[in-house]
């Protein structure tokens, strides 16, 4: 009686409505992804390796990972500054601020990218005080600094180089941090931090001891969709990039080259070593995930 109470107490309409979701997925998710698989597979493995690892593929793949990454750790930690003064603080303008959070998610890749150039150029409003500290702090840590490669940072600027890709993927990936902790910040009780503090514990071990295991999780998460939206960012990336072949191109840049030259199948042999490489990363993400809750939990 009790298994068929419960298969009963499932919600009217579950079967089609799983149906539906199973196939709207397919249709937009899995069929698309398929598609790549199937068209590389008419490739020999000597025509993949030459399409996916050229010098100039290698290098957009260490830039567009390696600068997704750092910018994903860098809105981990400011995101989660901002969303704690969001939700701990009351102060005049902070409605206006919660709402400019959001402002990635409507504004246009494309406009994000005018926007940033225009910004952050040397003729720009920020750019023309902001690029000369740039230069000199470049130069001053090649100089003292010297166990760290800066020969390809030597030089460069804000804008139409390295460093406005990650403006650009830190501004987009900003608010996914901060949209995932919020509401878990307005969920975790302030009683809490009051009971750390009677048992006396300072301030630094309540956050390190109270409140940052309760946001962890969630932490990782905004991490980790902050990192795979930047590793398939194009339209605010390239306006500000610049472009340069082995210097300042991102992986997504070099899928639409392919694809205007006709090369189809080098276009999704490319996309195929993104996917692969994305989904390997995000499954270590989530592992690194269940491992926090299940450590903390103990």
Known sequence: ???????????????????FTLAY????????????????SGMTWAEFVAAVASPRLIASYKLSFGISLLAAIVNAFFGGIVAWVLVRYTFPGRRVVDA????????????????????????????????????????????HVPWIDWAGWLGSKLAYDRPGIFLALTFIGLPFVVRTLQPVLAELEPEL????????????????????????PALITGFALAFARGIGEYGSVVFIAGNQPLHSEITPLLIITKLEQYDYRGATAIAVVMLVTSFLLLLLINLLQKWSRRYYRL
């Open 1 to 19: 009686m009790s298994s068929v109470a419960s298969r009963r107490s499932v919600l009217p309409g579950f079967g089609l409505s799983l149906g």
């Open 193 to 216: 931090e009051e009971a750390a503090a009677t048992l006396g514990a300072n301030r630094w071990q309540t956050m390190t001891r109270v409140i940052f295991p309760e946001l962890l």
């Open 25 to 40: 997925l397919g249709l937009i998710v899995l069929i698309p992804l398929s598609a790549a698989f199937i068209k590389t």
């Open 100 to 143: 400019l959070v959001d402002l990635p998610f409507a504004l246009p890749t494309a406009v994000a990218g005018i926007a940033l150039c225009a910004l952050y150029a040397r003729n720009g409003w920020v750019g023309e005080w902001l690029d000369p500290i740039w230069a000199g702090g470049i130069k001053w840590l090649s100089t």
